[in-house]
């Protein structure tokens, strides 16, 4: 690792607000190691589903996060959205703001009929989106899409909707779509009273469903949850894991990308990463 990359590296650290010295060194090292992989080019995709302990959790900011980090140290990235319900018209065709967010931070190139296969306008239940706008959701569809976009990138994000359960039909969920996928599963728990007993549902949910839990990260919706710490160190014995990151509330959200800089070495590193198959 050169010089130059450690000095850059323990800046972002310092400017990430980690103070203790031994902790920004630790940092330092962990963050050359993802110039390392770039240099040496990941021989596959690492690739995770983005789920969520319910809606409006921050999956969408934990992936446009980790996607911006990683295109900032030189990887290779790509995320993808495939149900989105809830869009408004531009330049004539339907386009989902967290679809967008994930085109726009990744750079990637990718048509959006394959980034998001299935735009449904209404902001409700998939499931209810997608009778509305009489289209049926085909899951084959979104892991060919998924295989595609991969193809070439060193990290693939693949963003859920809604709950672990959040119906897509009358007969299947997200669940059977990050079952499909084959790829581990990154959960974001949304930090606000409850969460410890959402997060442990759906852990035991993402097990029950034959998926590979690989870890978690906390973001706090809830800007006046009361034992934030206390909470947190409770998910860490729940989830049997510590969290690749915690976010605090913070409406702008440009410095994610800064602040996730630490927490992609430990994405990379999750046990259970694969390439879509």
Not at 45 to 59: P, Q
Not at 106 to 133: F, K, M, W
Not at 157 to 182: H, K, T
Request: aromatic fraction near 6%; glycine fraction near 10%; proline fraction near 5%.
């Amino acid at each position: 690792m050169s010089f130059y990359i450690c000095v850059l590296a323990f800046t972002l650290c310092y400017a990430a607000g980690r103070r203790s010295l031994v902790s920004g060194l630790v940092t330092t090292l962990a963050i050359g190691y993802v110039f390392g992989i770039t240099r040496a080019n990941l021989p596959e995709t690492a690739s995770y589903f983005i789920a969520g302990t319910d809606t409006g959790v921050g999956k969408t900011r934990l992936t446009a996060g980790l996607l911006a980090a990683g295109r900032a140290a030189g990887l290779r990235v790509a995320g993808m959205k495939p149900v989105a319900a809830g869009a408004k018209l531009h330049d004539g065709r339907m386009i989902n703001a967290d679809a967008a967010i994930i085109a726009d931070v990744s750079g990637q190139v990718t048509p959006y009929e394959l980034l998001n296969p299935y735009c449904l306008p209404d902001p409700v239940s998939p499931h209810i989106a997608a009778q509305r706008a009489k289209r049926h959701i085909d899951i084959r569809v979104i892991v060919a899409g998924a295989r595609q976009i991969a193809a070439g990138h060193q990290l693939f994000l693949i963003e859920g909707a809604g709950g672990w359960y959040a119906p897509i039909s009358e007969r299947e969920s997200m669940a059977d779509v990050a079952r499909a996928l084959e790829v581990p599963v990154l959960l974001t728990v949304g930090l606000k009273l409850g969460c410890l007993n959402h997060a442990r549902l759906t852990l035991e949910a993402i097990r029950a469903s034959g998926c590979r839990f690989a870890g978690w990260a906390g973001s706090q919706v809830d800007p006046d949850f009361a034992a934030l710490e206390e909470n947190c160190r409770t998910l860490e014995q729940l989830l049997q894991a510590p969290p690749i990151a915690i976010l605090a509330h913070q409406p702008e959200r440009s410095a994610d990308a800064r602040l996730l800089a630490g927490a992609l070495p430990r994405l990379l590193a999750l046990k259970g990463a694969a390439a879509l198959r």
